[in-house]
């Protein structure tokens, strides 16, 4: 079967999936899960039906415990339920959870997975959430991609109807949930594929009814509690095997295939890095890069952390490996280490005890944190940790990413590594509101139509939203782009508002020889004397290639008043090549139509017009063959400004 290549972020992917294969489900919106529920919401406003040929129920509640409760009551009828959450809006359902689980109910809550508040609040992703349920009894799959968010969606969906284990399906808030990806696009024939009938009467026929009158839900004594709570021992025994059982029959169908493990890298490596998440594909990007120039590191990605197996786990652990750094996306404060870390510790031992690895002596096994609250994680630090854990005495308990100099965790690296190769990589400045992010998930989208690429787009917004800064950072390639990280050396650098030039040092994230392009009232003849020094330096001295447009200009000329993301987005595909003139021109036209044709004729006309004019106003700016100038820094804060400044 010939599937789709879509763009998708990873809300939208596991909101396609989520909203096909339920028929129940309960919702209330928390960043960065809520376009999941709002995705869901209008399939089934637009009374677009699931794979059964129904609308699923969407409910919007009153507080997450709201909507833990309605799953739970639905779960209990027998109907197929779902729900969406992140932070504190998943602890506030743990005492639900606790009941779904304990009653072998099967489900699958879809985790944005985001910081919880501890000395501020943070909207951004890590794991913080999804560890603080690890208790509850709920199965715990861990995707690293929008494609693992699409497939994992439908994996734990198949497999919690034969388990009956609830699962916890959880990917990183914002770097996936709203990380653009081109990716394969499941069918409903595909879910149908996976979803077996007989997994669905059978939860149908435990569905409570007056028509079968059972006991649930008592109160009961110590004579028999702890006899209950142990019985329930065989379906965990048995949900790791189920849950390979699900990927082995999956990659029948797509081609792709996972395991409760996945390692790559050397098959004799003896420095392993073990993780699980986003993070992952960074260092498998990492490994991949160093491994290529002669090196012999390993990755191991954990998809399954609950139920844990250590037999999968050590199946495919090298039995050369010497050394484990294992990394960990939460911190647990008063902890002899953070949960994947004490548990690999665990799971080596006891797999050593059992004969499992064949291994002379225990491995040293270190720990870290890394990447809390979406702080970045890049290949630069994944070397940063290789080189630690190759040291005679590496540090334990450390901390890759920031700066620790109270009590020293962090761990020294070199910024400027990078393992990104045969990948076009783009940045773009823009104003809050001013259409710039809406034209690069255009971009993207044309790319995605019109080439044979692979794309990436995420979006750095300020918190203060409209008219603060966005940064868009986009990537396209030929072969999948393993990069859950912002562009650092832009092939191409727009920069949307002349005001940025004194606010951000942009510049220094492009490469040399690369294209920038700038909104500016200035023409070619005049923009140069009016940059500030210190970018007509890094220009002369990078070498680029420099041009300008007035797009305000154009944009204020046919009405459309501050939005010269059309403009920009075409000035964008005229000079960057990526492809062929005509070709984009067209793509554009087509996507405009799509996206303004609901606002009439005149609005698409106006677009139009902006994208013939942007050819005409395009300047290519003559760039001194050196710097002659003198930069003169203005102070953060001036000599005379009050103590209290």
Same mark, same amino acid.
């Given at each position: 079967?010939?599937?789709?290549?879509?763009?998708?972020?990873?809300?939208?992917?596991?909101?396609?999936?989520?909203?096909?294969?339920?028929?129940?489900?309960?919702?209330?919106?928390?960043?960065?899960?809520?376009? %999941?529920?709002? @995705?869901?919401?209008?399939?089934?406003?637009?009374?677009?039906?699931?794979?059964? =040929?129904?609308?699923?129920? #969407?409910?919007?509640?009153?507080? !997450?415990?709201?909507?833990?409760?309605?799953?739970?009551?639905?779960?209990?009828?027998?109907?197929?339920?779902?729900?969406?959450?992140?932070?504190?809006?998943?602890?506030?359902?743990?005492?639900?959870?606790?009941?779904?689980?304990?009653?072998?109910?099967?489900?699958?809550?879809?985790?944005?997975?985001?910081?919880?508040?501890?000395?501020?609040? &943070? @909207?951004?992703?890590?794991?913080?959430?999804?560890?603080?349920?690890?208790?509850? =009894?709920?199965? %715990?799959?861990?995707?690293?991609?929008?494609?693992?968010?699409?497939?994992?969606?439908? +994996?734990?969906?198949?497999?919690?109807?034969?388990?009956?284990?609830?699962?916890?399906?959880?990917?990183?808030?914002?770097?996936?949930?709203?990380? @653009?990806?081109? +990716?394969?696009?499941?069918?409903?024939?595909?879910?149908?594929?996976?979803?077996?009938?007989?997994?669905?009467?059978?939860?149908?026929?435990?569905?409570?009814?007056?028509?079968?009158? /059972?006991?649930?839900?008592?109160?009961?004594?110590?004579?028999?509690?702890?006899?209950?709570?142990?019985?329930?021992?065989?379906?965990?025994?048995?949900?790791? =095997?189920?849950?390979?059982?699900?990927?082995?029959?999956?990659?029948?169908?797509?081609?792709?295939?996972?395991?409760?493990?996945?390692?790559?890298?050397?098959?004799?490596?003896?420095?392993?890095?073990?993780?699980? =998440?986003?993070?992952?594909?960074?260092?498998?990007?990492?490994?991949?890069?160093?491994?290529?120039?002669?090196?012999?590191?390993?990755?191991?990605? #954990?998809?399954?952390?609950?139920?844990?197996?250590?037999?999968?786990?050590?199946? #495919?652990?090298?039995?050369?490996?010497?050394?484990?750094? #294992?990394?960990?996306?939460?911190?647990?404060?008063?902890?002899?280490?953070?949960?994947?870390?004490?548990?690999?510790?665990?799971?080596?031992?006891?797999? %050593?005890?059992?004969?499992?690895?064949?291994?002379?002596?225990?491995?040293?096994?270190?720990?870290?944190?890394?990447?809390?609250?979406?702080?970045?994680?890049?290949?630069?630090?994944?070397?940063?940790?290789?080189?630690?854990?190759?040291?005679?005495?590496?540090?334990?308990?450390?901390?890759?990413?920031?700066?620790?100099?109270?009590?020293?965790?962090?761990?020294? $690296?070199?910024?400027?590594?990078?393992?990104?190769?045969?990948? $076009?990589?783009? %940045?773009?400045?823009?104003?809050?509101?001013?259409?710039?992010?809406?034209?690069?998930?255009?971009?993207?989208?044309?790319?995605?139509?019109?080439?044979?690429?692979?794309?990436?787009?995420?979006?750095?917004?300020?918190?203060?939203?409209?008219?603060?800064?966005?940064?868009?950072?986009?990537?396209?390639?030929?072969?999948? +782009?393993?990069?859950? $990280?912002?562009?650092?050396?832009?092939?191409?650098?727009?920069?949307?508002?002349?005001?940025?030039? /004194?606010?951000?040092?942009?510049?220094?994230? @492009?490469?040399?020889?690369?294209?920038?392009?700038?909104? &500016?009232?200035?023409?070619?003849?005049?923009?140069?004397?009016?940059?500030?020094?210190?970018?007509?330096?890094?220009?002369?001295?990078?070498?680029?290639?420099?041009?300008?447009?007035?797009?305000?200009?154009?944009?204020?000329?046919?009405?459309?008043?501050?939005? +010269?993301?059309?403009?920009?987005?075409?000035?964008?595909?005229?000079?960057?090549?990526?492809?062929?003139? !005509?070709?984009?021109?067209?793509?554009?036209? /087509?996507?405009?139509?799509?996206? $303004?044709?609901?606002?009439?004729?005149?609005?698409?006309?106006?677009?139009?017009?902006?994208?013939?004019?942007?050819?005409?106003?395009?300047?290519?700016?003559?760039?001194?063959?050196?710097?002659?100038?003198?930069?003169?820094?203005?102070?953060?804060?001036?000599?005379?400004?009050?103590?209290?400044?």
């Amino acid at each position: 079967m010939v599937r789709k290549m879509v763009p998708y972020d990873g809300n939208s992917a596991v909101a396609h999936v989520a909203h096909a294969t339920n028929e129940v489900i309960a919702i209330y919106p928390i960043t960065p899960s809520s376009g %999941m529920g709002e @995705i869901a919401d209008a399939k089934s406003a637009n009374g677009e039906k699931n794979i059964w =040929g129904t609308v699923p129920v #969407v409910v919007e509640l009153q507080s !997450e415990g709201g909507a833990s409760g309605t799953v739970h009551g639905a779960l209990t009828t027998g109907a197929l339920t779902t729900t969406f959450t992140a932070s504190q809006g998943l602890l506030l359902m743990i005492p639900n959870m606790y009941k779904i689980a304990g009653e072998l109910c099967p489900a699958v809550f879809h985790i944005a997975a985001r910081s919880i508040a501890c000395q501020a609040l &943070s @909207i951004f992703g890590d794991h913080s959430d999804v560890m603080t349920a690890r208790t509850t =009894g709920w199965g %715990m799959l861990a995707s690293g991609s929008v494609q693992e968010a699409m497939d994992f969606a439908l +994996i734990s969906q198949a497999a919690t109807l034969e388990a009956r284990v609830p699962f916890l399906h959880f990917f990183e808030g914002f770097r996936v949930s709203h990380e @653009i990806q081109k +990716i394969e696009e499941l069918t409903f024939e595909d879910m149908r594929s996976m979803i077996d009938i007989k997994l669905i009467r059978a939860h149908r026929l435990r569905g409570l009814s007056p028509d079968r009158p /059972e006991l649930r839900g008592t109160s009961q004594n110590p004579d028999v509690f702890f006899q209950g709570r142990e019985s329930v021992n065989k379906y965990y025994n048995d949900c790791a =095997g189920i849950v390979q059982k699900t990927m082995d029959r999956f990659v029948q169908l797509t081609g792709r295939q996972y395991k409760l493990f996945d390692y790559i890298g050397a098959p004799d490596a003896e420095n392993v890095i073990v993780i699980m =998440g986003s993070g992952g594909e960074t260092v498998h990007e990492t490994i991949e890069y160093l491994n290529a120039k002669g090196e012999k590191f390993g990755v191991m990605k #954990v998809r399954l952390y609950r139920p844990f197996d250590v037999k999968a786990f050590a199946s #495919v652990l090298p039995d050369t490996v010497k050394r484990i750094a #294992v990394l960990d996306r939460t911190k647990e404060p008063g902890s002899l280490g953070e949960p994947l870390y004490e548990d690999i510790r665990i799971a080596v031992g006891e797999a %050593m005890e059992q004969g499992l690895i064949k291994l002379n002596r225990y491995p040293l096994i270190i720990g870290g944190r890394y990447g809390l609250g979406s702080c970045e994680f890049t290949p630069a630090m994944t070397k940063g940790v290789l080189d630690n854990l190759a040291k005679d005495n590496p540090k334990n308990h450390f901390t890759i990413g920031i700066e620790d100099d109270v009590t020293h965790t962090s761990l020294k $690296y070199d910024s400027s590594f990078s393992a990104e190769k045969d990948v $076009y990589r783009a %940045m773009f400045y823009g104003l809050g509101s001013d259409g710039t992010v809406g034209a690069n998930k255009n971009s993207i989208k044309i790319i995605a139509e019109k080439t044979d690429n692979y794309a990436q787009g995420y979006f750095v917004y300020d918190s203060k939203k409209a008219g603060a800064v966005t940064v868009s950072h986009l990537r396209f390639g030929k072969k999948t +782009i393993r990069s859950p $990280y912002l562009v650092s050396k832009a092939n191409f650098l727009a920069c949307h508002n002349f005001t940025f030039l /004194e606010k951000y040092d942009m510049l220094k994230y @492009i490469i040399d020889g690369g294209i920038f392009l700038l909104t &500016s009232e200035h023409d070619k003849n005049t923009v140069w004397k009016n940059l500030p020094a210190k970018v007509q330096k890094q220009i002369t001295d990078k070498k680029l290639k420099f041009y300008v447009i007035d797009a305000v200009k154009i944009a204020s000329e046919l009405g459309l008043g501050t939005r +010269i993301n059309t403009i920009m987005q075409t000035a964008f595909f005229l000079i960057s090549d990526i492809l062929p003139k !005509e070709t984009a021109v067209s793509a554009i036209k /087509e996507s405009i139509k799509k996206t $303004y044709g609901k606002k009439g004729e005149k609005v698409v006309n106006m677009n139009t017009l902006a994208v013939d004019a942007t050819a005409d106003n395009i300047q290519k700016v003559e760039v001194p063959a050196s710097f002659k100038g003198q930069i003169v820094e203005k102070p953060v804060v001036a000599a005379n400004a009050p103590d209290f400044i």
